[in-house]
């Protein structure tokens, strides 16, 4: 079926009238603050009863949820919120840097957990490795390691 032609031409006439509104520039802290209004007198409760879709944070407080998402990730990755969630729709799985993040806190996890302690000559009682280790404040993680020679 084909459209006649003069609602075609009606519609490329009417089209520079048509409101269009520019996309906002996204504002992170004003979105925290949203975040953290939301929460407000449930930063004890356990994440995933205040947010939706929680799967790493399970059995933490909310307000360390935020927390961590406000200081640590975005600090350790150089990066906003937008990076890995939709505003608004922080539930969504839409970004493929929100699946990411989940596997490479659970790589960390088994670093932590399961690696570190099998290594000997460790000096520290507890050694641990997090997100800044290897990203050290970009996206993309650095491939040159910094090794610490031992004192003599």
Avoid: Y
């Amino acid at each position: 079926m084909t459209r006649p032609m003069g609602v075609v031409v009606a519609v490329l006439l009417l089209f520079p009238f048509v409101e269009t509104r520019a996309q906002e520039p996204f504002n992170q802290e004003a979105a925290i603050a949203q975040l953290k209004a939301k929460m407000a007198g449930q930063e004890q409760k356990p994440a995933e009863e205040v947010f939706k879709n929680v799967q790493m944070f399970k059995g933490r407080p909310a307000s360390q949820l935020v927390r961590t998402m406000e200081t640590g990730f975005t600090r350790a990755l150089g990066v906003q919120c937008t990076h890995c969630h939709v505003p608004g729709e922080w539930d969504k799985d839409e970004k493929v840097p929100k699946q990411v993040t989940r596997e490479m806190m659970t790589m960390s996890a088994k670093i932590n957990t399961e690696l570190l302690s099998t290594i000997k000559g460790i000096k520290s009682e507890k050694p641990t490795v997090g997100c800044t280790t290897c990203h050290r404040g970009q996206v993309k993680p650095s491939n040159a390691l910094v090794v610490v020679p031992p004192k003599p």
